[in-house]
Each structure stands twice: as C-alpha cells, then as structure tokens.
C-alpha cells in the first residue's frame, strides 16, 4: 500500500472514531429532555387584579411588618389542577417570568413547605436567585420573562420570592394562596413556621433544565 493511500485510510479511520466518540455524549444531551415549567401557569389573559398599589406582607396579613419578608407559593387559581405548582424534577432555574400590576424588584426562591394545615405550614429555602427589577405588565398582562439565570431547584420545591412589597399578585380568592415568613427565610437554616398567611396568588413562573 502505497503512503497516500495509508495516509488516506487513517484519517478515515480517525474521523470515524471520533464520530462514534461523540454520540455518548450527544445522546446524554438530548436525554436531558426539553426546558419545563413550573409555579403559575401564566398566559397574557391572567391579570394581575387587585395587585397595585404594590402590597406589602402588613397589607396581606395584620400580624406582619412592613419590612422585608418570604412570600412562598403554597397553591394557586392558575396551574393548581394539573400539579403545575412544583418542580417536577431537579435541574437549574433558567428564567423567571412575572405578570405585574405595578414595578418593583424581587429575590426569586425556591424550598420547601412542610407540616402545612390551613394557613400554617414550615418553610425552607435552598437556593435563590439575583435581584430581579421589573415593570408593569401593562392593560396587555405581557408576561415579563427574565433570562441567563442558575438557580438550583429539587424535585417537590416550590417559587417564592423575597421582597418588602410586591405586584406579582393575584387578588381575587378567599382562600390561602401563599405562606408568609418574617423575617426572612435563609438559605441552609432548619425550617421555620410561618408568621402569616395570603390570600393572593403568586404570578410568578420558573423554566427549569431538568438533570
């Protein structure tokens, strides 16, 4: 066999096991599955009644402060029917979506709510996210999508938000739509019971990249 022909014969050789090298990996990719979403289940027809003027955790419950508090979804009007509420697997957070009455600013959250009877429950967070900045979603409720995030999230948790006041409300049920801690919850400290109760849901909605 002549030089050019060998030459000719082990680059082939070489690119085909490269080309076999790299399915492994592609296939693990795709087995990663599609982005999913979870928390409300937002569409440009969910208002954001009630929401604005921004409501602090005192408005939501007497037995609070005006100072900076947890807000934990605990159910919802608006994806509660088909278990759309928690994250259905682990993976990363890679946005977050809003419908807003009114501008603000928020800290994205997610734990988990144990021991839950009525309006009392625990909480714990394990992950949160930047400081999200928004507008108002306006008299068209466009959803405000906020992208380029990593917030780890388990499988089971639920969306929260920390804030002193919030738009990203839904007012308009009587019953208990989320748990409210003051202070704060922090991330890696044992559960905690929740000082107050809301009877306004949560717009908020994470798309996650599952594990």
Known sequence: MGRTRFALLALAVGVATLALATVPA?????????????GAKLTTNTQPSNSSPPHTCAHEDGGLTTDNCTW???NSE????????????KGVITQIWVIAG???SFVPVVGFLSNVSGDSGDGKITAH???????????TF???KFTGLHINVQKG??????AKQTSILRCDSGSTRQLLFQPPLVVGN??????????????IEAVEDPA
């Open 26 to 38: 592609s296939a693990a990719h795709q087995a990663k599955g599609a982005p999913i979403h979870f």
């Open 72 to 74: 934990m979804m605990l």
């Open 78 to 89: 608006i994806g509660a029917a088909d278990g759309h509420l928690k994250a259905p697997a």
């Open 102 to 104: 009114h501008k603000g």
């Open 129 to 139: 996210g930047p400081i999200i900045q928004h507008g108002s979603s306006g008299d």
């Open 142 to 144: 466009k959803i405000l």
């Open 157 to 162: 948790e639920s969306l929260g938000i920390k």
């Open 190 to 203: 044992a559960p905690v019971s929740n000082a107050g109760s809301s009877d306004c849901s949560l717009l």
